[in-house]
């Protein structure tokens, strides 16, 4: 049988006509022949049967399947038993019995549907076959096979495999048959191995052939029992398990039982022989029943032994039986084959035992047949079946046993103790390191990990459990159980301290029937003494005195008490506190307390009394002295501390402020006083626009506005009264008003220009932009322009000149001569002319004349003349300045012509 997932596969040699066949879907043949195997399915959980079907002749069938869920089925059939043959491409396929019994394959895929099956074999029997899957699907198949006359490598189809074990022929009785088909079912290996007698005869020596593959490593381990004297033997180092032929007696090829050893072989991954040993414990007698891997890295072989003579490896804390029934159990190490455990399992005679175990779990389970009460036996509690002994007497029975293959381990340490103490315990051995407690049998999580674990104070009996190892492969527990035994109560102890140094202390306890005694205290102080003295006191006795009492065996907890020894106090320390107070300011000085002190004396020798009797007292002084302190306790008075102090006082009134009281507006001005004795800062302010800048003696102000401007003395104590300083802020004058004058004067005349007083202003300052100088310093002037310009006047006083007043003035001149004259030059006598000019520039009238006879008429710039001679005639241009040169013009004045003489 086999699971996978949830289903439970089992295969068996016959199946009734009348069995309850259920379709479950994949490969189904019912009813089938009577000749027929069955395979079942049935639900692990709830445990219904969910398939049941006929699978053909094959005897002793046996089944696994892969990792990837493909059901393997594997036995011997006849030709008669007419099993399920279907070709595979690409595999080995042999339709046909080759002659004898053969082996008989059978591959279904992850749906139960068959998509393989074939003979395999030749002439010769082979029988009693089982297989295993490895990580590759490569299918590992071991059983018995003979050899006839007529055998060959061919017709018996033996496979060599390159670099493998290979053995071509049967060697003597029955051998192994080994072989291997890869993924695709092409057959890569097939070979014999065996002796000069019979190997692996089921029908003779009680079991056949049994195969393992290492999850790991892939290596392959078969193991069977045999009579052959020559067989391979190969150590393959490490420690591993290793034996040569039996050289007993017993061991003679009879064929009997107590002719037998048992034999196992390893090969590698490339079908190698790597190990290969003889397996016997007794001198008589050796069988290998069945094999298994188990959880922790372990290999579990169930045999048979002579009883009598059968040689065990004992394990310290293990289960352990060195003689009783033929059943053996051995343990060894799976990767390195070494021995680690082996022990009967019973008291009387046993035969056919089994193994089981998984490699992910750490349990392993042996079963057998036996007779009589077959015990030791041990009930595990929890509701699991349990049978003391064999309810049938001497009848057969079948026995169980269950075991881990890790040890609990050994615990040591104090495990009575009292109530309030500690106990360390100690564990060892069992599966080693790490070690884990815990506070019940099964289950929680460990509380501590490590092999000493030192309890707390205990006040109650406690249970705890450790175990050893880890993870998959953590050992039982073992229950470890603390009696606490309860202690009595504590004393009740006092003492007269406070003492003084020198005195005697006198400790007390309360009186305890049985109990001794036992003191504890400063200075390495012990006593066994009830009631305990030290004499001379010294201050080194001070500190926590402790007491217990045993009574029975068993110490109480401790009792304290303190004792106080005091000596005079010491003199205090500094005196905290300011040490120049303002008078009459309330003060407060400290100082840090003196061990041992009960009160405080504060004196002053100035003007004041402190008031206080601890660590601090307030004080409110108002002359300098002295403070003083001193500490006191029942032992005496301490020598004093002082602190001096100087009193201070609000700083007095500044003196006058120096400075000019009638500043200019924005002018920086410096102010300053004279230092005040004891003022540690001034403040200076000022009324008016402006801010004072200094904060010492002096500041410096630039009004813009007129104001007071005072100083305070401060220091810590406060500030004094103000001295002040009245500032008057002076202006430049103002723009003078219009200037008074003629604007349109004639160059070269001397006019006279004056303003209104500007109110403030000390001078005046007069200009001129034109010709001519102005004469005049106050709100008058004198000028003689020569050429047109500006006249100014600016006031002026000590704070500066006020913009200037001005008057535009635009001089005038003559005319200029005028132009030529514009007219005829020649006219007739006494015939009308007009004369003419350009208008001179700035001429107001015109003066025309002419010398020769006749008399111009007109004023401005042309005239009109009648000439009755020739003559000159001129225009002079003039204004309220002048007359201009003159222009002229000669005039020539025609006639007309004399009457004409006689005509000739």
Not at 617 to 645: D, E, R, W, Y
Not at 672 to 689: E, F, H, L, N, Q
Not at 816 to 821: D, L, Q, R
């Amino acid at each position: 049988m086999t699971t996978f997932g949830n289903t439970l596969h089992i295969v068996g040699e016959r199946v009734s006509q009348d069995a309850p066949f259920v379709n479950g879907g994949g490969f189904y043949v019912a009813p089938p022949s009577n000749n027929h195997a069955l395979w079942a399915r049935f639900n692990i959980t709830t445990g219904a049967l969910e398939h049941l079907t006929g699978i053909g002749g094959i005897r002793k069938p046996s089944i696994e399947i892969s990792s990837g869920g493909n059901v393997g089925i594997i036995g011997h059939a006849y030709s008669f038993d007419n099993p399920y043959v279907v070709n595979r491409a690409g595999a080995f396929n042999q339709p046909t019995n080759g002659g004898s019994t053969d082996m008989f394959f059978m591959l279904f895929n992850s749906s139960f549907v068959q998509s393989w099956g074939t003979f395999l074999g030749g002439p010769a029997p082979q029988e009693s076959f089982m297989f295993r899957f490895d990580n590759s699907n490569n299918i590992v198949f071991i059983g018995e096979s003979s050899w006839f006359g007529a055998s060959t490598p061919a017709t018996e189809r033996l496979v060599q495999r390159p670099g493998a074990y290979y053995q071509s022929a049967g060697a003597g009785g029955v051998d192994v048959l080994l072989g291997m088909f890869n993924a695709s079912g092409s057959l890569i290996w097939n070979t014999l191995y065996g002796g000069d007698n019979s190997d692996a005869r089921w029908a003779q020596q009680g079991g056949y052939a049994k195969l393992l593959i290492d999850p790991t490593t892939q290596e392959i381990l078969m193991f069977w029992n045999t009579t052959s004297t020559n067989l391979p033997v190969l150590n393959g180092g490490g420690g591993a398990y290793y034996k040569t032929v039996p050289t007993h007696a017993s061991f003679n090829g009879s064929g009997s039982f107590w002719n037998y050893a048992a034999y196992f072989a390893k090969f590698n991954t490339a079908g190698a022989l790597s190990h290969a040993s003889y397996w016997y414990n007794s001198t008589n007698g050796d069988l290998i029943h069945d094999v298994t891997f188990g959880g922790c890295n372990k290999l579990y072989i169930a045999g048979r032994t002579d009883f009598a003579s059968a040689t065990t490896i004992p394990l310290a804390g293990g289960f352990n039986l060195a003689t009783g029934g033929q059943v053996i159990a051995m343990q060894m190490n799976r990767s390195a084959l070494n021995a680690e455990w082996s022990s009967s399992l019973s008291n009387n005679p046993g035969y056919g035992p089994s193994v089981a175990g998984r490699t992910d779990n750490p349990r392993v389970y042996f079963a057998s047949e036996g007779y009589d009460n077959v015990g030791p036996t041990v009930d595990p509690g929890g509701g699991a079946y349990y049978q003391s002994s064999n309810v049938n007497g001497t009848s057969a029975n079948f026995m169980i046993w269950q075991l881990h293959p890790t040890l609990p381990p050994d615990v040591t340490g104090t495990t009575t103790i009292c109530q309030g103490q500690t106990t360390t315990l100690t564990a060892s051995n069992g599966a080693g390191a790490p070690y884990n407690w815990y506070t019940t049998a099964s289950g929680g999580t460990s509380f501590f990990t490590g092999a000493v674990y030192t309890t707390p104070a205990l006040v109650s009996n406690t249970t705890y459990y450790v175990s050893s190892g880890t993870g998959l492969c953590a050992s039982p527990r073992t229950q470890v159980d603390i009696t606490v035994n309860p202690g009595p109560a504590a004393p009740t102890i006092s003492s007269n301290s406070p003492v003084c140094v020198g005195g005697t202390l006198n400790l007390t306890s309360n009186t305890i029937a049985g109990a001794t005694y036992s003191w504890t205290g400063p200075s390495s102080f012990s006593s066994s003494a009830e009631d305990p003295t030290r004499s001379p006191v010294t201050l080194a006795m001070a500190g926590t005195y402790s007491c217990t009492v045993t009574v029975a065996g068993c110490t109480s907890s401790a009792a304290t008490t303190s004792v106080i020894v005091n000596n005079a106090p010491a003199t205090p320390g500094a005196i905290s506190g300011t040490t120049t107070p303002c008078s009459g300011t309330a003060q407060s000085y400290s100082i840090t307390a003196v061990p041992g002190a009960t009160s405080y004396t504060w004196a002053y020798s100035g003007g004041g009394t402190p008031s206080g009797t601890g660590t601090t007292a307030s004080l409110t002084p108002t002359s300098n002295g002295t403070l003083t302190v001193t500490a006191t306790n029942a032992c005496g008075t301490s020598s004093s501390a002082s602190l001096a102090i100087t009193v201070s006082n609000t700083p007095a009134t500044p003196g006058a402020i120096s400075g000019t009281a009638n500043p200019c507006l924005g002018t920086a001005q410096s102010y300053s006083i004279t230092a005040v004795p004891g003022a540690t800062s001034y403040t200076w302010a000022y009324s008016g626009g402006g801010t004072p800048v200094g904060g010492g003696t002096s500041a410096t102000l630039t009004p813009t506005s007129s104001g007071t401007l005072t100083v305070t003395a401060t220091n810590a104590c406060g500030t004094s009264a103000a001295t002040s300083l009245a500032i008057t802020v002076g202006n430049a004058p103002a723009t003078p008003g219009t200037i008074s004058g003629t604007t349109t004067p004639c160059s070269g005349t001397a006019q006279s220009y004056s303003i209104t007083a500007v109110p403030g202003a000390t001078s005046y300052t007069w200009a001129y932009s034109g010709g001519g100088t102005p004469v005049g310093g106050g709100t008058s002037a004198t000028l003689t322009p020569t050429s047109s310009g500006t006249l100014t006047v600016t006031a002026t006083n000590a704070c500066g000149t006020s913009s200037s007043a001005s008057l535009t003035i635009t001089v005038g001149n003559a005319p200029a001569t005028p132009g030529a004259i514009s007219g005829t030059a020649n006219p007739c006598s006494g015939t009308a002319q007009s004369y003419s000019i350009t208008a001179v520039t700035g001429a107001t009238s015109y003066t025309w004349a002419y010398s020769g006879g006749g008399t111009p008429v007109g004023g401005g710039t042309s005239a009109t003349l009648t000439p009755t001679s020739s003559g000159t005639l001129t225009v002079t241009a003039t204004n309220a300045c002048g007359t201009s040169s003159s222009a002229s013009l000669a005039i020539t004045v025609g006639n007309a012509p004399t009457t004409p003489g006689v005509i000739w």
